[in-house]
């Protein structure tokens, strides 16, 4: 339980959160020209480095924090997914604002995407750069606090979650875009992280 547990919350919170994202309509663009094989290979290789990196830092900072100091960082954790879900619901900027917001990290995506390298390798960029950050780049990092003796199993998490969220879209993105509005997937997104956030108040405190 140790293990699938922080595996389990790590794969859930960046499936729901990966749906819809703007790394993933990137990555789908790249699907009409690209194998799956090779565009899921760099999925998984960026999101080892980016969310591999916030998970191995978190964790080492855990290692130097007394017993005490542990407790309250899964607090702080827990309080984080809660915060980050309900952040969700909360009024959305407008479109330009919003644009404005990412235009520079956008840009540099889409001019990169535009080079003549090998798709696994753009792909890998554009995830490690998309993801930093991100709520689940944060998300990855609290859970290396609360995980320290984990790693590899929120690694795993983290990767497998990113990598079949990504196959679904590109499987049936079209089925997607045309049936799931992106305010059902972010409800959803919304309230996976409340609940295990939820959760792991239940878990610290019983």
């Known amino acids: 339980m140790e293990i699938i547990y922080p595996f389990l919350i790590t794969f859930t919170l960046v499936f729901f959160s990966e749906l819809g994202d703007k790394t993933q309509l990137l990555v ?15 999925v ?38 809660i915060l980050f879900g309900l952040i969700g619901f909360l009024p959305k900027k407008s479109k330009h604002s919003n644009n404005d917001t990412f235009s520079q990290k956008s840009i540099l995506l889409q001019k990169f995407s535009l080079l003549k390298l090998n798709c696994i390798f753009i792909v890998a960029f554009c995830i490690l750069v998309g993801e930093l950050g991100d709520k689940t780049f944060l998300a990855s990092l ?11 199993a929120l690694i795993l998490g983290s990767v497998c979650g990113m990598v079949m969220s990504n196959f679904i879209a590109i499987f049936c993105g079209r089925l997607m875009a045309n049936h799931l509005k992106q305010s059902y997937i972010e ?14 108040f239940l878990n610290v405190f019983f």
């Open 187 to 200: 409800l959803l997104s919304n309230i996976t992280f409340i609940v295990f956030g939820l959760l792991g």
């Open 44 to 81: 998984a290789l960026g999101t080892f480095f980016s969310h591999g990196f916030a998970i191995l830092f978190g964790s080492r900072i855990a290692y130097f924090s007394s017993a005490s100091f542990q407790f309250y960082l899964k607090l702080f954790t827990y309080a984080s997914f």
């Open 28 to 42: 789908l663009s790249f699907s009409t020209k690209n194998k799956t094989k090779n565009i899921l290979l760099g």
């Open 142 to 152: 609290s859970l290396g606090l609360a995980y320290p003796n984990s790693k590899l």
